[in-house]
């Protein structure tokens, strides 16, 4: 006969045994899915962590390429700059030649008077294609009182006669090369000039008066440049 006792003890036992492989059992499960969320959470930071991270290539370009277009922009700016500063020192300068004029007494070109009579003049000279006079008025001067005419090139009265001669001429000024200036006579003054190419050639005759400047007193439009005086 079966001691009921015994059957006691080896179902106790086999009832321990049994839940200590549901602990066992248990317990790896809670191990396992603690890595899984562990892994699954370290997954998510590093994709997050991946996408917010900026490529250092593509970082490098973005400067660069900001730097150019500053130094560009700069250089713009600065061409800008040196035009309107050239714009202005070239206003400037012709500002202060015409105060400098205007207080000379030197009258501008465009205000020397161009309806004045001319008078044509018989010439026998064959290299002369015609020749005329005028009562045209000084040109005005920077030169007060007693005057000597100095004949030496950058001279005030040179200035002025070169001046003079492209107020009687169709030649400009920046234009005229000066063959002969010489003395006409008392404070008189005779010069053959032409333009550059000397496809306009001229003899004008001058005589200075007193705190009035030089006054053209008479034109002869040359055939060709001759400087025999």
């Known amino acids: ?54 490529d250092p290539t ?16 700069n250089e713009k700016n600065k061409e800008d700059e040196n035009k309107d500063e050239k714009k202005d020192n070239e206003a400037n300068d012709e500002e202060e030649n015409d105060k400098e004029e205007a207080k000379e007494g030197i009258m501008k070109k465009e205000d020397y008077p161009t309806d004045i009579t001319k008078e044509e003049m018989f010439t026998t000279d064959d290299n002369v294609e015609e020749a005329f ?3 045209w008025p000084p040109i005005g001067t920077n030169q007060t009182g007693t005057h000597t005419v100095n004949f030496d090139n950058e001279s005030e009265d040179r200035k002025e006669i070169k001046k003079a001669i492209s107020y009687v001429t169709d030649l400009k000024e920046d234009d005229i090369i000066e063959h002969w200036v010489g003395n006409g006579g008392e404070q008189k003054v005779i010069a053959t000039v032409s333009n550059n190419d000397q496809s306009k050639v001229y003899k004008v005759y001058l005589q200075w ?21």
């Open 133 to 135: 006079v005028a009562d």
């Open 209 to 229: 008066e007193i705190d009035k400047g030089w006054k053209p007193t008479k034109v002869e439009k040359l055939k060709s440049l001759n400087i025999e005086q």
């Open 58 to 73: 593509t970082e490098n370009i973005a400067v660069e390429t900001n730097d150019d277009e500053e130094e560009k922009t």
């Open 1 to 54: 006969m079966t001691d009921p006792n015994n059957l006691s003890r080896v179902d106790r036992h086999s009832k321990r045994r049994n839940n200590r492989i549901q602990l066992i059992v248990l317990i790896i499960l809670a191990i396992l899915c603690a890595i899984l969320l562990i892994t699954l959470i370290f997954k998510k930071d590093s994709t997050t962590n991946d996408g917010n991270e900026t």
